[in-house]
């Protein structure tokens, strides 16, 4: 599908051509992969199904982030989540339900992707500290787009550009919608000094058709792993947050590794802490990060820094990132869902 944008008057024409092949290259990346967020470990039912009620009996989450903002029209991404266990009188295991939804607004075209899904998990008791799940998800999306503001290489006059050229680019369906669904399964481990999350997950397995046109483009399908964990020290207040995500769909793969640095205040009753660390996208960006934790509640926020060869663009300036979560109960009182 070929991408409307911008293209700013300039003197040179060789400075424009290439801000405005790099646009398209931005907009072609975007199109290609499912939204992300930095702070991954935030975003549990979009990395993988099996995590409703893995890590909490009870836990709200609100993400929001803003990118590209110095490039194009800035790309704008809402996500809210909800998960929940059924607790069971059996020791075996226990179900878990979870909600997952987002909006995402991409571009001057105002690109348009909603999306709401449902997601079931069952973990089965491999001994006190552990648990092993699977889950499946399956949900409605909708993509849309606002043709009116799509400006075209070929209205391109040569010094600027100029609405009165035709774009002779073909008119497709402003919108669409489709069915998704997938599954993954999910390891948890805790023991209060370590806590272990591992999982592997399989999005879109039903090839939805993706296009505007009437196309057979489907959406590719998407693979995710991750491991993340708190590693406690001897010394109680201080913990560690190391943590690695792969994504793979189509001919894209993305990488981002890190770690933050925790340290727990003493004195508080009900349990707090802050954390700063930063992570790594492979050859894209540098995110530091800070969360604050405070009992049920936690705030999280980080920046990505733009460090790939967009930067010539985008001066570094990536995308910002806050995230709220709730979960109950207690974590600093409670065992999590792994431990019986």
Not at 127 to 145: D, H, P
Not at 172 to 186: N, P, Q, R
Request: proline share 3%.
């Amino acid at each position: 599908m070929t991408i409307g944008i911008r293209v700013l008057k300039t003197t040179s024409k060789m400075k424009a051509l290439t801000s405005a092949l790099i646009a398209v290259c931005i907009c072609t990346v975007a199109i290609s992969q499912d939204i992300h967020f930095s702070r991954f470990w935030m975003t549990p039912l979009l990395l993988n199904p099996a995590q409703a009620g893995a890590e909490h009996d009870m836990r709200g989450i609100l993400n929001y982030k803003s990118q590209w903002n110095s490039v194009a029209a800035p790309y704008s991404t809402v996500n809210a989540s909800w998960d929940m266990k059924i607790k069971s009188k059996k020791r075996k295991g226990f179900s878990a339900f979870g909600v997952d939804a987002f909006q995402d607004q991409a571009g001057d075209g105002e690109m348009k992707t909603m999306q709401m899904n449902l997601a079931y998990a069952y973990h089965i008791y491999l001994n006190k500290e552990s648990t092993l799940g699977v889950g499946l998800y399956g949900g409605f999306a909708q993509r849309s787009i606002n043709y009116s503001e799509l400006k075209w290489m070929n209205q391109y006059d040569g010094s600027t550009y100029n609405a009165a050229i035709a774009s002779d680019e073909p008119s497709g369906s402003s919108s669409l919608t489709y069915l998704d669904m997938g599954s993954g399964i999910h390891y948890e481990y805790g023991t209060g000094k370590i806590d272990l999350s591992v999982g592997a997950a399989l999005f879109h397995a039903n090839r939805p058709a993706y296009s505007f046109y009437g196309t057979d483009e489907k959406l590719n399908m998407k693979i995710v792993g991750y491991v993340y964990s708190l590693v406690g020290t001897n010394n109680r207040n201080i913990a560690f947050l190391p943590g690695v995500v792969y994504f793979q769909q189509g001919k894209s793969t993305e990488l981002l590794a890190g770690t933050m640095f925790r340290y727990q205040f003493t004195g508080y009753e009900s349990g707090a802490s802050v954390a700063l660390g930063a992570h790594y996208r492979n050859k894209d960006a540098l995110i530091p990060t800070l969360m604050l934790e405070i009992a049920h509640y936690s705030i999280g926020i980080s920046y990505d820094v733009n460090i790939s060869g967009l930067k010539t663009v985008s001066r570094g300036q990536g995308g910002f990132e806050i995230s709220l979560r709730y979960a109950n109960p207690n974590p600093y009182r409670s065992k999590t869902s792994s431990r019986i």
